[in-house]
């Protein structure tokens, strides 16, 4: 069994799995927001613009996105909070950390889902500010292992 990279502690075969291979559609804004993460993780492009309506999709270049996905090295969720105006919106609030090279960085947004025919898609998201730090190979892991970075998320 392997934990799911979404944080949530549960096996990733029955947590965003399904999700990502299309056995199943997730039931909740917030289910369908740590399935993306997890797919970013993965590099799943297609997964993540499967799941994007209206402004999401303005601009978004997939090739751009599979690059940079690869590219930095994916730390954590947490999810800060989550709510729905039912039955067809959802909003969730989350901060993902990644490492880009040395340098720790997040993306705090609060995000927007909406439901349509039963499936609920990434429409629109509100960046809040965000700072990044350098990441000491000796240092602690910013994943909370307690760890040092070398053998934990800084391992190629």
């Known amino acids: ?22 056995k199943q559609q997730p039931k909740t804004p917030s289910a369908l927001m740590r399935s993306r993460y ?33 590219h930095v090295k994916w730390i954590s969720l947490t999810v800060l909070d989550e709510n729905q105006d039912p039955p067809y919106k959802g909003y969730v609030e989350f ?31 509100v960046q809040c500010p965000t700072e990044t730090k350098s990441i000491s190979r000796n240092g602690a892991c910013p994943c909370g292992r307690q760890r040092k970075y070398k053998n934990c998320h800084g391992t190629s």
């Not at 392997?2 to 299309?22: F, M, Q, R, V």
């Not at 970013?40 to 499967?50: N, R, S, V």
Request: charged fraction near 25%.
């Open 38 to 70: 997890t797919a970013y993780c993965l590099a799943d492009i297609d997964y993540i613009q499967k799941t994007m309506r209206g402004r999401a999709l303005i601009g978004f270049d997939a090739v751009d996105a599979k690059r940079w996905a690869t």
């Open 1 to 22: 069994m392997t934990d799911c990279l979404c944080g949530s502690k549960n096996d990733y075969a029955t947590c965003c799995e399904p999700y990502i291979h299309h």
């Open 95 to 125: 901060i993902a950390m990644f490492a880009d090279g040395p340098v720790l960085k997040s993306i705090h947004e609060k995000s927007e889902f909406i439901q349509e025919a039963g499936q609920w898609y990434y429409v629109d998201g």
